[in-house]
C-alpha cells in the first residue's frame, strides 16, 4: 500500500493525499509536479526512474461497510522525507538520464 508521503522531498512542499499534483516514482520517492517536471525533469534522482501522478486514496470506503478502505482506515504517512542529494547530485543525475525514456532507463 502507498505510503502517500506528506510533502516534496525536494523542496518541502505539502503534498496533502489529495494533492493532484503529487508525482511518485516506483519506491515511492514523492515530489511536486513543479519540482517533478522543471527541476528533476521527470528523473527520480534516488533511482533514476521516472515519475508519474500519484494516486488518491478515497476518503471514506465506497464498499460494504465490513471492508476496511479509505483513509479513514489507511491513512496518509506523517514523516515528512527530504532527498539525500543535493542540488549538484539531483543535476548531475537528471542531465545523464533526462534524455532517456523512463521504459529504456
Not at 496533502?16 to 515511492?28: K, M, T
Not at 509536479?33 to 521527470?42: H, I, Y
Request: aromatic share 4%; net charge positive.
Amino acid at each position: 500500500m502507498l505510503e502517500l508521503r506528506p510533502n516534496c522531498e525536494l523542496c518541502d512542499r505539502d503534498l496533502p493525499p489529495d494533492a493532484p499534483d503529487a508525482r511518485i516514482c516506483s519506491y515511492e520517492c514523492t515530489y511536486c509536479a513543479d519540482c517533478a517536471d522543471q527541476v528533476l525533469r521527470n528523473v527520480c534522482p534516488t533511482c533514476g526512474g521516472g515519475l508519474t501522478a500519484r494516486p488518491i486514496r478515497p476518503r471514506r470506503a465506497y464498499r460494504a461497510p465490513d471492508i476496511s478502505l479509505g483513509l479513514g482506515f489507511h491513512p496518509a504517512g506523517q514523516s515528512r522525507k527530504h532527498s539525500r542529494w543535493n542540488r549538484d547530485e539531483v543535476a548531475a543525475m537528471t542531465a545523464r538520464l533526462q534524455g532517456v525514456p523512463p521504459q529504456d532507463r
